[in-house]
């Protein structure tokens, strides 16, 4: 399955929901409560439906198996609607399920208590940014939920920069809470993946690595653009091999997989386990080489400019595209 | 006004209430709410058990001064409530911005750009908590930190306008696996050293000062009773609001804390370093205005794999 948070256009109420084909997402709660109210009154339906699935990402994540049990016979409901020409609205009477032209979609988990973001974890991204060794145990920066942002927005340059990259990675949703968990049990407590583009202000964090710790250069408004979906690790066919790809403009500047992952996702989540994850917590995969910060003397720079359309692609997920302003 | 966090004992876990403290006397703040001075509040329906920590901030810069004092003096008139467990004074989602630097030999230079390391709820155990410290590492030391607490959203304010976000401070006792934090800092972050669950503490209450450009004096951390660091805010290289200017150009929220000092006094590090900390330890950290944050060291606690 897939999942978004979204908006309609003419409103700021973020919800929860699952896509319905590449045209369509239906409200899990909303759908949630339309479908048991065929089995039971309509109180007692939306009761339910709060419970097992509420319209907020970290609350729904947070059910666990019985939440994505729900979503998936709301899913089934939503598409045989759909396809029976019928419209699904909520026994509250708004809208249900909506076209993707009615919605805005917004970061996947808006309100995620903790997104650890890896860094040098590609081993060809690590000799084009620095002569140092290969980290010993993982590395990372925290990214706060005050700079996300969803799909397909334009994003102001901060004026704060003026060597403004991009970096393509994979997001990993966690779904339960994990506590010192082992590498192999690891990936049985992520709920999916998206796709995150970590842009970067690297004067600001070179700036800041000079005194003591870079927060800022990676925690800039905006700056951590991300989606259009979560994707359940059950639709991969390998999800430790996915193709990660970066164009700007359409001329591809980032390529690899996440097998060339210095330390693979299970070992991440296992690593930051040892402080306690949540569920909606984040943990982002790090990016390979092909960054504007690798260019070397004389090449020509690739700092971001206001025009420039990234698109950050993942094979099985679908494109994170951004264009700036 | 000092407001507390408080679960009350036999009630439902988790459910958390606002309460108004005076010396030991609590008040809810439901039953606060109810009563006088109705006035004080009477602009807005969001300040009640319901609204929460943030509601409450994100009033506090609104109320005119007498209805500060009126309620103060009310609150002194509070009820007892006894069977209250205060917890940490920290909205969920709520971000904890410690300043800091890790060349703590050096005194830093006046454009020494701000840094920070964050911590996480999940770091902060209650105030008068037992600290099991994870059998992960064994080198592990104390600061004592004021939490300036922002009461509304702030996005790249000046150093004026941001102090003007600053609604309350709170005492933090910021507990640093050092060993690991020696070797984050190699790898420029310091994010597991500084966020082990529960080992840090938070509290024991908020302090919204009636006159808004009031700060918290001197503030001072014993452990087993013997004086290991002192200072104030007028000590410290980094004022709130240059902290608070430099973190709005990522957003502030209502809710989020700035950690000050004392790894950042103007004269270096050497006058106040982290205290180490063992088992039986007991970390008293203390100022005038805001109480006493008292928690003991107990003995590590195996992980579950």
């Given amino acids: 399955m897939r999942f978004v948070t979204f908006h309609r256009r003419d409103s700021n109420d973020m919800r929860f929901g699952i896509r319905v084909g590449d045209h369509h997402v239906v409200d899990v709660e909303r759908g949630t409560a339309a479908r048991l109210a065929q089995l039971m009154p309509k109180r007692k339906a939306a009761e339910i439906a709060r419970a097992f699935a509420p319209s907020e990402a970290v609350s729904f994540i947070s059910g666990g198996d019985m939440a994505l049990a729900a979503a998936r016979e709301t899913l089934t409901f939503a598409q045989n609607a759909l396809s029976n020409g019928r419209p699904l609205t909520g026994i509250d009477g708004k809208p249900a399920l909506f076209s993707m032209d009615d919605i805005e979609l917004d970061a996947p988990v808006p309100n995620a208590g903790k997104f650890i973001a890896a860094g040098k974890n590609f081993v060809e991204h690590l000799a084009e940014m620095t002569s140092m060794a290969n980290p010993q145990n993982p590395v990372a920066f925290p990214q706060f939920n005050t700079t996300f942002a969803g799909p397909d927005r334009t994003i102001p340059i901060p004026f704060e920069t003026i060597r403004f990259d991009y970096e393509v990675e994979v997001a990993a949703i966690i779904g339960k809470p994990a506590y010192r968990v082992s590498p192999e049990q690891a990936m049985g407590y992520v709920f999916g993946y998206t796709i995150f583009n970590d842009l970067s202000a690297r004067d600001v964090y070179r700036n800041e690595q000079a005194v003591g710790i870079p927060m800022l250069g990676k925690n800039l408004a905006n700056c951590a653009p991300m989606g259009p979906h979560i994707v359940t690790l059950d639709e991969f066919d390998d999800p430790a091999a996915l193709k990660v790809e970066m164009r700007i403009n359409g001329e591809t500047r980032q390529s690899s997989t996440l097998k060339s992952m210095l330390f693979d996702m299970a070992k991440l989540v296992s690593w930051w386990s040892q402080i306690g994850l949540e569920p909606g917590d984040i943990l982002s995969s790090g990016t390979p080489s092909g960054v504007a910060a690798g260019r070397k003397p004389g090449e020509a720079p690739w700092w971001l400019k206001p025009g420039d359309v990234a698109e950050a692609e993942v094979a099985g997920i679908g494109i994170l595209r951004t264009t700036f302003a | ?305």
């Fill in chain 2, 1 to 305: 006004m000092k407001v507390a966090v408080v679960e009350l004992r036999g009630g439902e876990h988790g459910v958390e209430k606002l309460a108004v403290l005076d010396s030991e006397r609590l008040c809810g703040l439901d039953q606060f709410h109810s009563s006088a001075p109705r006035q004080a509040f009477s602009h807005t329906s969001s300040v009640s058990p319901e609204g929460g920590l943030c509601a409450l901030l994100e009033s506090w810069n609104s109320l005119d001064a007498s209805s500060r004092v009126e309620i103060d003096e009310w609150a002194r008139g509070g009820l007892d409530i006894e069977d209250a467990h205060i917890v940490a004074p920290l909205a969920d989602r709520a971000r904890v911005l410690m300043a800091g630097s890790r060349r703590f030999a050096e005194p830093l230079k006046d454009n020494a750009p701000v840094v920070a390391m964050l911590k996480y709820k999940s770091a902060f155990a209650d105030p008068a908590a037992t600290i099991e410290l994870p059998d992960l590492a064994d080198k592990w030391d104390v600061d004592a930190v004021i939490g300036a607490i922002v009461g509304k959203s702030a996005f790249r304010l000046d150093a004026a306008a941001a102090t003007d976000a600053i609604v309350g401070f709170t005492l933090i006792a910021d507990v640093t696996d050092r060993a690991r934090f020696e070797e984050e800092a190699r790898t420029n972050n310091g994010l597991m050293a500084k966020n082990h669950r529960g080992v840090s503490a938070l509290g024991p209450i908020v302090w919204l000062p009636e006159d808004p450009a009031a700060q918290p004096s001197r503030v001072e951390m014993r452990i087993n009773g013997e004086l290991r660091q002192a200072f104030s805010l007028d000590d410290l290289f980094w004022t709130v609001g240059d902290l608070a200017s430099r973190w709005s150009a990522s957003t502030l929220l209502p809710g989020d804390m700035i950690g000050l000092g004392p790894a950042i006094l103007r004269d270096g590090h050497q006058k106040c370093p982290p205290a180490k900390i063992v088992a039986g330890d007991v970390i008293e950290i203390s100022c005038a205005e805001i109480g006493t944050l008292r928690v003991t060291i107990g003995n590590q606690k195996n992980g579950s794999r």
